[in-house]
């Protein structure tokens, strides 16, 4: 004998919605929109949501709009930190598991987004700053992305010009820094950047998961410019720090991001390995 069930009223919505947008989709072409002008809004959203957002089509999403007659879609992201760990921690490393062996448009990251030390001259960033266009920027002799897909090139180019003028980053607005975080922009990985054409919206969200472990280290500014960038380009970025390690609040505004807590916190280790000692153990050796 089957167990009934009855669904909550947000879950039957969601379900009505999710079929809806299934059955639309099948009169819609493959990448349809692929050509279409890109806006990125970022959803405010809770720690309980959060795991049912991320795997949530763009479509079905608040916030989503597709508008055929003027060729521009709306994707609706999460960007959003979640410090310490749940009291049962194995469906968070299953979670984080999944992301590492998945074929999907997921990218687990446990390493520097950046490690160059390259930086644009003075002359260029000049040169592109006076004619602050996606169009300029990709006849810069700086644009170094000239070997992707045209189209993505000018999606990466309208991200650069939108980041640089609504500047979600606590640091001033100075010169000196926006040639900094311009440097940076010029100088993702192209591999990463090249999951975007991946992309089929408003069928999915790509995820940038990011793991903050002390092996790690700091994340830099230029880490945090960078997952700035590939919220601008439509993905869902998450930083997940078991150590409850600072990171975008050292470098964001914030209101920029959405910031979660769990109770608990893993232990930090010392120099020798060994975990820290608190406060007590230290004082009465336990």
Same mark, same amino acid.
């Given at each position: 004998?089957?167990?009934?069930?009855?669904?909550?009223? @947000?879950?039957? @919505?969601? &379900?009505?919605?999710?079929?809806? /947008?299934?059955?639309?989709? !099948?009169?819609?072409? &493959?990448?349809?929109?692929?050509?279409?002008?890109?806006?990125?809004?970022?959803?405010?959203?809770? !720690?309980?949501?959060?795991?049912?957002?991320?795997?949530?089509?763009?479509?079905?999403?608040?916030?989503?709009?597709?508008?055929? %007659?003027?060729?521009?879609?709306?994707?609706?992201?999460?960007?959003?930190?979640?410090?310490?760990? $749940? %009291?049962?921690?194995?469906? *968070?490393?299953?979670?984080?598991? /999944?992301?590492?062996?998945?074929?999907? !448009?997921?990218?687990?990251?446990?390493?520097?987004?950046? #490690?160059?030390?390259?930086?644009?001259?003075?002359?260029?960033? +000049? @040169?592109?700053?006076? +004619?602050?266009?996606?169009?300029?920027?990709?006849?810069?002799?700086?644009?170094?992305?000239?070997?992707?897909?045209?189209?993505?090139?000018?999606?990466? %180019?309208?991200?650069?010009?939108?980041?640089?003028?609504?500047?979600?980053?606590?640091?001033?607005?100075?010169?000196?820094?926006?040639?900094?975080?311009?440097?940076?922009?010029?100088? !993702?990985?192209?591999?990463?950047?090249?999951? /975007?054409?991946?992309? &089929?919206?408003?069928?999915?969200?790509?995820?940038?998961?990011?793991?903050?472990?002390?092996?790690?280290?700091?994340?830099?500014?230029?880490?945090?410019?960078?997952?700035?960038?590939?919220?601008?380009?439509?993905?869902?970025?998450?930083?997940?720090? $078991?150590?409850?390690?600072?990171?975008?609040?050292?470098?964001? #505004?914030?209101?920029?991001?959405?910031?979660?807590? *769990?109770?608990?916190?893993?232990?930090?280790?010392?120099?020798?390995?060994?975990?820290?000692?608190?406060?007590?153990?230290?004082?009465?050796? +336990?």
């Amino acid at each position: 004998m089957v167990k009934k069930t009855i669904k909550t009223l @947000a879950r039957q @919505a969601q &379900d009505e919605l999710l079929e809806e /947008s299934q059955n639309s989709a !099948l009169l819609q072409e &493959d990448f349809a929109t692929k050509a279409y002008q890109m806006d990125v809004v970022r959803i405010e959203t809770t !720690l309980a949501e959060l795991n049912i957002l991320l795997g949530m089509p763009a479509v079905i999403r608040s916030g989503f709009v597709q508008d055929d %007659a003027n060729k521009l879609i709306t994707i609706p992201t999460v960007f959003a930190k979640v410090d310490g760990l $749940p %009291a049962n921690e194995k469906p *968070y490393w299953q979670h984080l598991d /999944s992301i590492r062996d998945t074929n999907g !448009l997921q990218a687990l990251v446990t390493r520097h987004m950046n #490690t160059s030390d390259w930086r644009i001259s003075s002359e260029d960033f +000049n @040169a592109i700053m006076s +004619n602050f266009t996606a169009q300029a920027l990709q006849q810069s002799d700086a644009w170094a992305y000239q070997l992707l897909n045209k189209l993505l090139q000018n999606q990466i %180019a309208e991200a650069i010009v939108a980041l640089l003028s609504d500047w979600p980053f606590s640091v001033s607005q100075t010169i000196e820094n926006q040639q900094f975080v311009l440097s940076v922009l010029l100088d !993702l990985p192209k591999e990463l950047l090249e999951m /975007s054409l991946e992309v &089929d919206y408003p069928k999915e969200v790509p995820l940038l998961a990011v793991v903050h472990q002390e092996s790690l280290g700091e994340l830099t500014f230029e880490d945090i410019v960078a997952f700035n960038m590939f919220h601008q380009l439509g993905w869902d970025v998450v930083v997940y720090s $078991p150590h409850a390690f600072a990171s975008l609040e050292n470098y964001m #505004t914030t209101d920029s991001y959405d910031k979660f807590s *769990y109770d608990k916190v893993r232990t930090t280790s010392s120099a020798t390995g060994d975990p820290k000692k608190s406060f007590l153990q230290k004082w009465f050796g +336990n």
